[in-house]
T-cell receptor
Framework: DTEVTQTPKHLVMGMTNKKSLKCEQH?????MYWYKQKAKKPPELMFV???????INESVPSRFSPECPNSSLLNLHLHALQPEDSALYLC?????????????FGPGTRLTVT | QQPVQSPQAVILREGEDAVINCSSS?????VHWYRQKHGEAPVFLMI?????EQKGHEKISASFNEKKQQSSLYLTASQLSYSGTYFC?????????????FGTGTSLTVIP
């Protein structure tokens, strides 16, 4: 099974809402990633978890809060987002953290902030 | 440091060849290549490591010039299924906590 699943597929939320995105993989991968992708742009790395510990936080605003409850699950908690946060949010996983390992991407959650 | 890709866009007829380039201003440890079709997730194509090791698909080839800090992806005898946006991805050192950067992207369209 080489699948990364993400829920929900689409999410519309107001600027005062709190919502969460969920990502799951059952490949035994120990690194998981959150990316943000705007239309016609490359994905931008937001967070990396390695062995369930946050290893990179690329100065992402605190209104995005990641959580890795176990090695198979990754959540992204959203609170007080801005309209410019509307984007495709992609989750990915790899066997280990590091450049030797390909990343497997989920289908993404398309988020619209109104 | 985001790598720069060229060309930005290319249109091919089925059966034609294409080369996509990826250049970085920093020394590279490895280069990844991914393809993303419209509305879908990026899909892994290939990894090239310093020293010449490669991991990837048999029908796609790539090169990695460490001195020039460049990589090129070679698509031969293109098929309609090759259409999509191609991204290189680079990290200038392994496991140092450095950012993984996707390149600017190349849109490739194959027409019958």
């Amino acid at each position: 099974d080489t699948e990364v699943t993400q829920t929900p597929k689409h999410l519309v939320m107001g600027m005062t809402n709190k919502k969460s995105l969920k990502c799951e993989q059952h490949m035994g991968h120990r690194a998981m990633y959150w990316y943000k992708q705007k239309a016609k742009k490359p994905p931008e790395l937001m967070f990396v978890y390695s062995y369930e510990k946050l290893s990179i936080n690329e100065s992402v605003p605190s209104r995005f809060s990641p959580e890795c409850p176990n090695s198979s699950l990754l959540n992204l908690h959203l609170h007080a987002l801005q309209p410019e946060d509307s984007a495709l949010y992609l989750c990915a996983s790899s066997q280990e953290r590091g450049t030797n390992y390909e990343q497997y991407f989920g289908p993404g959650t398309r988020l619209t902030v109104t | 440091q985001q790598p720069v890709q060229s060309p930005q866009a290319v249109i091919l007829r089925e059966g034609e060849d294409a080369v996509i380039n990826c250049s970085s201003s920093k020394a590279l440890y490895s280069v990844h290549w991914y393809r993303q079709k419209h509305g879908e997730a990026p899909v892994f194509l290939m990894i090239l490591l310093k020293g010449g090791e490669q991991k990837g698909h048999e029908k796609i080839s790539a090169s990695f010039n460490e001195k020039k800090q460049q990589s090129s992806l070679y698509l031969t005898a293109s098929q309609l299924s090759y259409s999509g946006t191609y991204f290189c991805g680079t990290e200038d050192a392994p496991n140092t906590g450095n950012q993984f950067y996707f390149g600017t992207g190349t849109s490739l369209t194959v027409i019958p």
